[in-house]
């Protein structure tokens, strides 16, 4: 049984062609700007809880830092971002060839697109199609928020790292020493 997955989001132009994404239209001097693929799909969280229900093919790839603590999508295999770099290699050769490979951070706006960015880079060296490689839309907040009290959806759950909002401890720390406007 196949399960097709809904497109939230699709980059797809030339292999080599990147597109460069910055949060404002004028970049403050100093700060780096992120390279995203226009080569991998977004998908949501319904459709990695549709791929869950149906067994399919799938790795999930979690790369959280210290964030993962806490709970995380089941199934899933935590790399770290600050080392999914030097481990690419051995992970398309261990998800390459899965249905989908879905990234996943804790919102899904750096961490994952740019670890899916490496994986495709990895995987078009090898001469593999970068077609599995997907960035869950939202992240693990969205997919908690969404799926977190259905059975089988998520793992190691512990109540303790999150607020009534289900904000992950290590974000409420951040907000919480933002400086005040």
């Not at 879905?102 to 495709?120: D, E, I, K, T, Y």
């Amino acid at each position: 049984m196949s399960t097709e997955v809904k497109k939230e989001e699709e980059y797809s132009s030339s292999d080599s062609e990147e597109e460069i994404v910055t949060s404002t239209p004028r970049k403050p001097a100093g700060l780096p700007s992120i390279t995203i693929p226009k080569n991998f799909i977004r998908i949501g969280a319904e459709n990695l809880a549709e791929l869950i229900r149906k067994r399919e093919d799938f790795q999930v790839i979690d790369v959280r830092d210290q964030d993962f603590v806490g709970g995380n999508v089941v199934g899933a295999v935590n790399i770290s971002h600050s080392t999914f770099e030097s481990r690419s290699e051995e992970l398309v050769q261990r998800y390459g060839g899965k249905k989908y490979v879905v990234f996943n951070c804790m919102h899904g706006q750096l961490r994952s697109p740019a670890s899916a960015l490496g994986f495709v880079q990895k995987l078009k060296q090898h001469s593999l199609s970068a077609d599995n490689v997907f960035v869950l839309s939202g992240g693990f907040q969205e997919f908690l928020v969404k799926f977190g009290k259905e059975a089988g959806m998520i793992e190691n759950f512990d109540q303790k790292y999150w607020n009534d909002q289900l904000l992950h401890a290590n974000n409420a720390f951040i907000l919480s020493h933002r400086p005040q406007a």
